[in-house]
T-cell receptor
Framework: NAGVTQTPKFRVLKTGQSMTLLCAQD?????MYWYRQDPGMGLRLIHY???????AKGEVPDGYNVSRLKKQNFLLGLESAAPSQTSVYFC???????????FGSGTRLTVV | AQSVTQLGSHVSVSEGALVLLRCNYS??????LFWYVQYPNQGLQLLLK??????LVKGINGFEAEFKKSETSFHLTKPSAHMSDAAEYFC???????????????FGQGTILTVHP
């Protein structure tokens, strides 16, 4: 009964490097979301997906790409990391028609 | 579109005192409203939510919140603070729009609650 699992939990990148954050859920949820959390700014939606093979932009999508090839996985990619992308990233998921999310435990990313 | 404003980035109370965390929202459609809590270096945990029906909502750990449509508010309260309540609290809103919002949540900036002995 894992819920929403994010990997890795911590990562340090150099400016210009690329990486992929993985979010996996075992609850058969249709909807999945990626947020970033920055001090004093709450959580802001980066991208979301309403089903396998579909993605959409959120509030702060620039510099990120996503893919949802399998229903249970939602990948967040940084093609060329920038210091402004230093943040804590949270994945969440939910059923269609339900209200509220199940959150992962977060990935703390530092770009130097 | 929805937005959330949490009044006060930091709130400090004494143990046993009333906790009041303020949240005001803006929404063009009927809202769903949430309070989440985040303990240090952890993810977010749902405290309570308002969907429809009773406007006074009770959550976990003795917290409750009241939806006041006329004031566009959803303030979080707890009668008596405990040291374990120290955390960051987030108010969030989602649109009750028949599914077209795809469940997206918009979060406030967060309020850090400190509890003094």
């Amino acid at each position: 009964n894992a819920g929403v699992t994010q990997t890795p939990k911590f990562r340090v990148l150099k400016t210009g490097q690329s990486m992929t954050l993985l979010c996996a859920q075992d609850m058969n949820h249709e909807y999945m979301y990626w947020y970033r959390q920055d001090p004093g700014m709450g959580l802001r939606l980066i991208h979301y997906s309403v089903g396998e093979g579909t993605t959409a932009k959120g509030e702060v999508p620039d510099g990120y790409n996503v893919s949802r090839l399998k229903k249970q996985n939602f990948l967040l990619g940084l093609e060329s990391a920038a210091p402004s992308q230093t943040s804590v990233y949270f994945c969440a998921s939910s059923y269609v028609g339900t209200v509220g999310y199940t959150f992962g435990s977060g990935t703390r990313l530092t770009v130097v | 579109a929805q937005s959330v404003t949490q009044l006060g980035s930091h709130v400090s109370v004494s143990e046993g005192a009333l906790v009041l965390l303020r949240c005001n929202y803006s929404s063009s459609v009927p809202p769903y409203l949430f309070w989440y809590v985040q303990y240090p270096n952890q993810g977010l945990q749902l405290l309570l939510k308002y969907t429809t029906g009773a406007t006074l909502v009770k959550g976990i750990n003795g917290f409750e919140a009241e939806f006041k449509k006329s004031e566009t508010s959803f303030h979080l309260t707890k009668p008596s603070a405990h040291m374990s309540d120290a955390a960051e609290y987030f108010c969030a809103v989602s649109a009750n729009a028949g599914g077209t919002s795809y469940g997206k949540l918009t979060f406030g900036q967060g309020t850090i609650l400190t509890v003094h002995p």
